[in-house]
């Protein structure tokens, strides 16, 4: 069964601190890993997908990257308006049903103090 | 443009109630899916529809859960006899197309009392 586990659960740091979060999975093949944003009471909010190990992508303050066990969101210099919680989702290369679903981690919910 | 959209945003029902959910998806995307997300938890495969028919809905936890995208365009997910545990965050998403990225609407909070 394709697992997703992101750690810490939370994560507390100031303004100007860089840190990483962490993202393992398990799959039966990967099509890809996809990183979202979340804010309180909205929809999760794209940010990248990453699809083969040693893939690399960034987007302001955050890059994301790949292994063949797991992903790290790096997040540089953090502002407090990238609070949010962070999900990692990954989908199996699969044949016929199962194939286009996203199985989720439960998040880690950063938090940035000025 | 405009991105996937969910009505109602919130619904509180009583137990044993029926319930309909709808969304809207991004206009010209052929993929749906439903989600659902508990507090504090990652959303959590419901049903995936490509065009008008369900293509996956695995993820439907009984038969009192059912999901329908009659003309490959807007969806709407009915929830029967509605219980206490099926209160979460319903969320819906459209792909372009099955491989693609998937975006997601603001959900459905729905609250079973």
């Known amino acids: 069964e394709d697992q997703v586990t992101q750690s810490p659960e939370a994560l507390r740091l100031q303004e100007g601190e860089s840190s990483s979060l962490n993202c393992s999975y398990t799959?039966?093949?990967?099509?890809?890993l996809f990183w979202y944003r979340q804010d309180p009471g909205k929809g999760p909010e794209f940010l990248f997908t990453?699809?083969?190990a040693g893939e690399e992508k960034e987007k302001e303050r955050l890059k994301a990257t790949l292994t063949k066990k797991e992903s790290f969101l790096h997040i540089t210099a953090p502002k407090p308006e990238d609070s949010a919680t962070y999900l990692c989702a990954v989908q199996a290369i699969l044949s016929g049903a199962g194939a286009q679903k996203l199985v989720f981690g439960q998040g880690t919910r950063l938090t940035i103090n000025p | 443009g405009a991105g996937v959209s969910q009505t109602p945003s919130n619904k509180v029902t009583e137990k044993g109630k029926y319930v309909e959910l709808r969304c809207d998806p991004i206009?010209?995307?052929?993929?749906l899916y439903w989600y659902r997300q508990s507090l504090g938890q990652g959303p959590e495969f419901l049903i995936y529809?490509?065009?008008?028919?369900?293509?996956?809905d695995s993820g439907l936890p009984n038969d009192r859960f059912f999901a329908v995208r009659p003309e490959g365009s807007v969806s709407t997910l009915k929830i029967q006899r509605t219980e206490r545990g099926d209160s979460a965050v319903y969320l819906c998403a459209s792909s372009l197309g099955p491989n693609n990225e998937q975006f997601f609407g603001p959900g459905t909070r729905l609250t079973v009392l």
């Open positions: 206009s010209g995307h052929t993929a």
């Open positions: 990453l699809y083969s």
């Open positions: 799959v039966s093949g990967l099509r890809g």
């Open positions: 529809f490509q065009g008008t028919g369900a293509a996956d």
